[in-house]
Structure formats: structure tokens, C-alpha cells
């Protein structure tokens, strides 16, 4: 992996897919899909592929312009952050779809579970070696957690949310080792359900994440969020589930403290972990200043050392104008530029 500067900057995963490849419209009004939904690219099927390769180029070569020093491939080719993955996995019925309760309470289609959770291939090693064979940068790969695609899902087959947490983490676990094996310098899992469903997340979330990083080797990294800023407009002052992440077996731990002006104290329980420091408003398409950037970075510095912070956006940056995205991209790369000079 490649030397980062002190204050790193990155995405959380997603970048704005462009108008011509998926019709946002479509996208913005509902909630990201935990079942396939083929229906909102396009592109005719035979030419997808293609067209998902140039939107991810372009995706690249706006975080590279912009300055950052962590690059993923902008999930481009996803539908949702987790759907990509999870229904790609075996034991799954998914011509007749589950209902689940999504984390504003509303039922949503979900994968149904049928037979045992398992990876029969791998699902996102194409992606990674994509994406390093375009950038000489560091690069990330996201990979939606056990938890969460546990709490996605309805159960007809382990009749133990637990049990299938664990079966969701051993595919994970598969998964994130041929990653690495592809080129990815860091793989982050993403878990919003943790936040969401406290209750049950104190009782098996971290065992759960650490079973999908038993014997992982490469730098890991767990994200937590509010949810999207275009979807979930209320924002809590605090995490529900935050401080149990320091018995994680993860090296990073990414999290939204813009739009919630979340209390910056409860980073002093992290000790040991780096912290993706999300400092972007993704609610509010207008570009923050540099200036803006600087002391929301500066709130976490109490609690966190300079060189264990990463500058990132709250959540993904998925349902944001493009425009929008790519200036906020530079407001973090301009603020990283002053808060290494000090």
C-alpha cells in the first residue's frame, strides 16, 4: 500500500452514478433496494457491463482530480450498498422475496433465506482488480456486514437471528480474503444496523464482525451512519452503538459527525482504532468551505490523534447531484492541505 500523508482523505464507498447510466429519479424515491432491481439501469442488458466500466472510470478519475488519497471504485456497478453482495450469495429465494422492516419501520422486499448462507463464488474480485489496474493509489472495497445483511433479510430456514449473523459472517469472511488477495489495500464492511438495531447488535454484532475477520490479515475497517442523508432525515446528537466497536477486531472504524454535530467525545473510546472522521454534509448539496471542513475535522482532535484521523464524507455519496460531489471531494482535499501545514 502506498505511503498516506498525515489526514488521508477518502470516500465512505458510493459516488453519484451519472443520469445516462441509472435513472436516479427512480433511485431517490425509494429505498435502497435489498432485493435485485435491474429495472432502474439503463443501459439495454447487453451493453450494461460496458457502460458500468465507463461510469466507473469516470468515478476514478473525479476522486484522483479532486486530490483524494483513498480511492474506491464508486460502487458503480450496485443497485444498493449491500444488494450487490447479498444476492449474489447461495440459500437465498429470491424469486419470491421476504419482507423486512427497514430503519425507518416500513416494510421493505428482502432476500428470504431458504437453506444455508453460503459464498459460492467470489462476487467483488473483478471490481478490485478493475479498479488497481486504473489507479496507482490506494484503493478500497466495500462489503455490506453480517449484521447488517442479517437484519435484511427474512429468516426461513436458521430460526436464530444469531445463527444466520454468523452464517452471513462466514461468506463475508471469504469474501474479504480474496479481496485482499485481488489488490485491495483496505476493505471496509459496512454496518448502518448496528446503529439501527442496538438491541440486538449488543448481543451478537461484534461477534458477528469479528468472525467475518477472523484470520484477515489486510487493513479492515467497520463504517457506521445515520443512513443516507437523502433517505433518513433525522439525525440522533449520538450513537446508539459505538463504544462496543473498541472490541472489534477491525483496524478502522468510520463514522458521520457533520449533519448530526455529533458529540466528538466518544471518540476517547476508540482508542487504538483509526477513525474515518465523516465531515461532510450529504443532506445539503451545497459545497462546504475549506474553512468548514478544518473545524469539523478539529472537533474530533481532543479525542483523536492527527495521525490516526481520515477526512471522509458522512455516509455515501450516492444520491448526490455529481456537481455537488465533486466539489465537496475538493473541500476535503483543500482542508487535509491546511491541517497538515499545522
Not at 74 to 103: C, K
Not at 112 to 123: C, D, F, N, T
Request: with cysteine.
Amino acid at each position: 500500500m502506498p505511503v498516506l500523508p498525515l489526514f488521508p482523505t477518502t470516500l465512505v464507498g458510493s459516488f453519484p452514478q451519472p443520469e445516462w447510466l441509472i435513472d436516479r429519479a427512480r433511485l431517490a424515491g425509494r429505498f435502497p433496494p435489498r432485493v435485485r432491481a435491474a429495472e432502474l439501469w439503463r443501459p439495454a442488458p447487453e451493453h450494461l457491463a460496458r457502460a458500468q466500466e465507463d461510469a466507473t472510470l469516470l468515478a476514478i478519475r473525479a476522486q484522483e482530480d479532486a486530490g483524494l488519497d483513498i480511492l474506491t471504485d464508486g460502487e458503480i456497478r450496485r443497485e444498493s450498498y449491500s444488494n450487490h453482495f447479498a444476492t449474489a450469495l447461495d440459500g437465498l429465494d429470491l424469486d419470491n422475496p421476504g419482507e423486512a422492516l427497514d430503519r425507518s419501520g416500513h416494510p421493505n422486499p428482502v432476500p428470504r433465506v431458504v437453506g444455508a448462507v453460503s459464498r459460492p463464488r467470489p462476487v467483488q474480485v473483478a471490481d478490485v482488480r478493475f479498479l488497481r489496474e486504473h489507479t496507482d493509489r490506494t484503493i478500497k472495497v466495500t462489503v455490506p456486514g453480517p449484521f447488517t445483511m442479517s437484519q435484511q433479510a427474512q429468516d426461513d430456514h436458521y430460526g436464530n437471528p444469531e445463527s444466520l449473523a454468523y452464517a452471513y459472517a462466514d461468506a463475508v469472511n471469504a469474501e474479504v480474503r480474496d479481496l485482499f488477495a485481488a489488490g485491495a489495500d483496505i476493505v471496509q464492511l459496512d454496518e448502518p444496523y448496528l446503529q439501527a438495531r442496538p438491541e440486538p447488535a449488543r448481543a451478537y454484532g461484534v461477534p458477528a464482525l469479528n468472525r467475518a475477520l477472523d484470520g484477515v490479515t489486510g487493513t479492515t475497517a467497520v463504517h457506521l451512519c445515520f443512513g443516507y442523508a437523502a433517505i433518513i432525515h433525522e439525525r440522533p446528537s449520538g450513537y446508539s452503538f459505538l463504544p462496543e466497536l473498541a472490541d472489534c477486531a477491525c483496524d478502522q472504524v468510520s463514522i458521520e459527525t457533520a449533519q448530526s454535530h455529533l458529540d466528538t467525545s466518544v471518540l476517547k473510546h476508540l482508542t487504538g482504532k483509526k477513525i474515518l472522521l465523516g465531515v461532510l454534509d450529504l443532506s445539503d448539496p451545497e459545497v462546504e468551505s475549506v474553512d468548514t471542513v478544518v473545524e469539523r475535522v478539529r472537533r474530533a482532535l481532543p479525542y483523536v490523534a492527527p495521525e490516526n484521523v481520515v477526512i471522509a464524507p458522512d455516509c455515501g455519496m450516492k444520491y448526490l447531484p455529481w456537481e455537488s460531489a465533486v466539489g465537496k471531494m475538493r473541500a476535503m482535499a483543500g482542508a487535509a492541505e491546511l491541517l497538515r501545514r499545522g
